[in-house]
């Protein structure tokens, strides 16, 4: 169908990909349905995740990138760990910027790209959102994922740099200034998942028995206790690094570990900054895969997430068509 309207506005599409640590891997699926439907992406701005993903797809390594890291195996995640003296974060980092650069080389620039490429991050001390569009890829990407607690924050310049989903998790207003006319944005915090959680705490009242196990409820005198069973410990090296990271693994664990407290209230900040954000930055088309319980470092089931993402967008097909394909 002919739309002669369509000349007398901006065509220009923008892409905004959320942070959401492992969930991100569902951009990819999100590119892809986009290419699928001949849509266009002129301009990509990414937070955390997804300034590596839309990096990546900038650079044209996306298809090998998504083939290697869906061979990734526990082991194989955790070689990229490189611990340090806990002091401002438990990862210094550069293990995960050497692999990324396998797919995006050590002296890439954002300017260097064909499509239009933004990078967030946040300025430690102030708290305001930067905006990386010229400079070093990897350098920006290290910035735009350091995850508090997990990461050691980035010295650039003057201040210190940390996950650019802290002050803006969904950066819709930053495509706008960039000069996007259609913007489609993946929100990977669509709501806050308590399923995985409430096998922490067990209660007397009972009110969240629907959600506990019948086997993981007993009742007790004080009104909340943490669950103390099945606490045996760990021998084994890699069994102990997976806890502590928080991969999925076999063992019915009761206790939620470091990771797993960083990265649940790092959730809870960035669902909430994400409905702030659409509140007054509403794009043309959400997308928002339904990823619940994933642990941020969990990279260990990706082809389910990228399953999602790809569902996700089939919910959104028709918007996409409509809002966004009659248009350019």
């Known amino acids: 169908m ?7 506005r901006n065509r220009k599409v923008g892409l905004v990909l959320g942070s959401g640590g492992a969930k991100g891997i569902s951009h990819i699926s999100v590119i892809e349905y986009l290419n699928g439907l001949d849509i266009p992406v002129d301009m990509i701005v990414g937070s955390s995740i ?8 900038c650079a044209g390594s996306l298809e090998r990138f998504k083939k290697d890291i869906v061979k990734l195996n526990r082991k194989g995640i ?11 974060g438990l990862l210094e980092g550069r293990k995960i910027i050497d692999f990324l650069a396998q797919y995006i080389p050590h002296d890439k620039n954002i300017e260097d790209f064909k499509i239009k490429l933004g990078i967030v991050a ?4 102030n708290g305001k959102s930067v905006l990386f569009r010229r400079g070093n890829v990897l350098e920006a990407i290290r910035a735009s994922i350091s995850v508090p607690g997990i990461f050691i924050p980035v010295k650039y310049r ?27 944005a993946v929100n990977l915090h669509p709501k806050i998942d308590e399923r995985k959680y409430k096998k922490y705490i067990k209660s007397k009242r009972g009110e969240w ?18 669950m103390s069973k099945d606490r045996s410990k760990q021998n084994n090296i890699i069994k102990s690094i997976e806890h502590w990271v928080g991969i999925n693994s076999k063992e019915k664990e009761h206790m939620p570990n470091i990771i797993e407290v960083i990265s649940r209230s790092i959730d809870i900040m960035e669902y909430v900054n994400t409905m702030v954000m659409l509140k007054y930055n509403s794009p043309h088309v959400l997308i928002e ?8 470092m969990d990279f260990s089931n990706v082809s389910m997430v990228m399953s999602r993402g790809y569902i996700a967008c089939t919910k959104s097909r028709n918007a996409l068509l409509r809002k966004i394909k009659f248009w350019i």
């Open 2 to 8: 002919i739309n002669p309207l369509k000349y007398f």
């Open 158 to 184: 003057s201040t210190y740099l940390i996950d650019g989903g802290v002050a803006n998790p969904l950066p819709v207003n930053v495509i706008r200034r960039m000069g996007a006319g259609l913007v489609v």
């Open 289 to 296: 895969p339904d990823i619940p319980g994933l642990g941020t």
């Open 50 to 57: 997804g300034a590596v993903i839309g990096a990546v797809y």
């Open 209 to 226: 028995e629907d959600l506990i196990d019948s086997e993981d409820i007993e009742i007790i005198d004080d009104q909340y206790e943490l």
């Open 122 to 125: 946040t300025n430690y001390f």
């Open 78 to 88: 955790i070689k990229y760990f490189d611990p340090v003296i806990p002091r401002s």
